[in-house]
């Protein structure tokens, strides 16, 4: 995470005058870019970060939804595995297409899957019960979202809006 850090700061500094609690709490490198999930007192947001021109700079407009603190479900319902979930597009500079979903799980999730056409990322739900995917994808596209949960069942949690 040390080499990530400039990315970090500067996904925490686009934040700072919308929230001033703002701090990461997941951070994806898939190597074209670095994708921050940042909470604050009232909102949960994802940030887009890229190394160009020796300066790390944000992708696209910076959007999040409110922070509902409720108690995680016991078992992953059979629709809409995710509750909460955000989604997040990007394109970079040179026109590849990035996306990240974000969610809570219930208690019985082990891991949450990203799929586009182009990319499929499989990221552990954390303690907290976040869930937190980015993947490479067409511009326009929408990702596919499931859940793995303990009992071997793989739950939809939806289509990511593009």
Known sequence: MDTLTPAVAVAV???????????PVGVIDRG???AVLVEG?????????QHRDDAWITLGSIVGSYRVDRPRAARTPDRMALSKMATKSATDPDGVGWYAVTGLAAEDAESVTLTSELD???APIDRQGRAFAVV???PGE???VTV????G??????????
Request: no cysteine.
């Open 32 to 34: 074209g870019v670095v």
């Open 148 to 151: 793995r949960t303990r009992d």
């Open 142 to 144: 929408r990702p596919k």
């Open 13 to 23: 500094d686009a934040l700072r005058d919308a929230d001033r609690e703002f701090a």
């Open 41 to 49: 007192s009232m909102s949960r947001t994802m940030v887009f970060v």
């Open 153 to 162: 069942r793989t739950v939809s949690a939806g289509v990511a809006r593009a």
């Open 136 to 138: 490479r994808a067409r």
């Open 120 to 122: 499929e990322h499989i």
